[in-house]
């Protein structure tokens, strides 16, 4: 018997907790687990611990999310945002002073450090490209290959914060969390191979391409309540 893709992994969303963490800042944890369903190990690519909204996700490797007002999906980007690099909510909240400004200098040498050393290493091995930034692209893009053994189950946790706005605008579409409103959310995961050719070597992408077992497809969670009381 054949799998369908959807019956390929199961994605659940196990818990959601949330902090205040300031007056206008809440910090939400959401809980969620990734179960290989198939007899076989398979792979795919995917950046776990951070999500995006739906209307911002084409060609992402983030997780995917979808917020129900009272049961109705609205397509808005927000309130959750992307998380590229750790520090990225401590350098929201940093001002002008001089202490700050050393900060985010420290940050911004570390990165660069990190840049630096990926493509020097990829040049050391052998790699044939010279540009960098593709070099960069293609380094990162294969750190982020999860690999589940058969029946394999892997737990993640995404860390992001709401900064207790309520309205939101995009073109023409209004959206307000109104706070004696229900809120559920829910997680999808786009996985795709076949569109990844410009970030991989000729050979990586025919042998990713190739591989039954690397998976692509779309997978869709359960909902889970999310708290925007005030």
């Known amino acids: 018997m054949t799998l369908t893709v959807s019956a390929q992994i199961e994605l659940k969303i196990d818990s959601i907790s949330s902090t205040d963490i300031s007056p206008k800042k809440r910090k939400f944890s959401i809980n969620y687990h990734i179960k290989n369903l198939t007899d076989k190990e398979i792979s795919f690519f995917l950046i776990p611990n951070s999500l995006i909204a739906h209307s911002a996700s ?19 980007d927000g309130p959750f945002y992307e998380r590229t690099f750790k520090e990225q909510d401590d350098l929201e909240d940093m001002d002008d002073s001089d202490k700050s400004k050393k900060i985010i200098e420290e940050i911004t040498k570390k990165y660069l450090s990190e840049y630096q050393a990926i493509i020097e290493n990829y040049k050391k091995n052998g790699g044939k490209n010279t540009e960098d930034m593709w070099i960069f692209k293609n380094q990162k893009l294969l750190q982020n290959i999860v690999v589940l053994k058969p029946k394999e189950i892997q737990n993640f946790i995404i860390q992001t914060n709401w900064n207790k706005n309520r309205y939101y605008k995009m073109d023409d579409t209004e959206y307000y969390l109104n706070e004696n409103d229900k809120f559920e959310i829910e997680l999808s995961l786009f996985l795709d191979k076949s569109n990844r050719k410009n970030s991989l070597s000729t050979e ?16 869709t969670s359960n909902k889970m309540d999310v708290n925007f009381k005030e």
């Open 204 to 219: 990586e992408y025919s042998k990713i391409n190739s591989d039954r077992n690397f998976i692509q497809g779309t997978f």
């Open 58 to 76: 084409s060609l992402t490797l983030f997780p995917v999310y979808k917020i129900f007002q009272n049961g109705v999906f609205e397509d808005v």
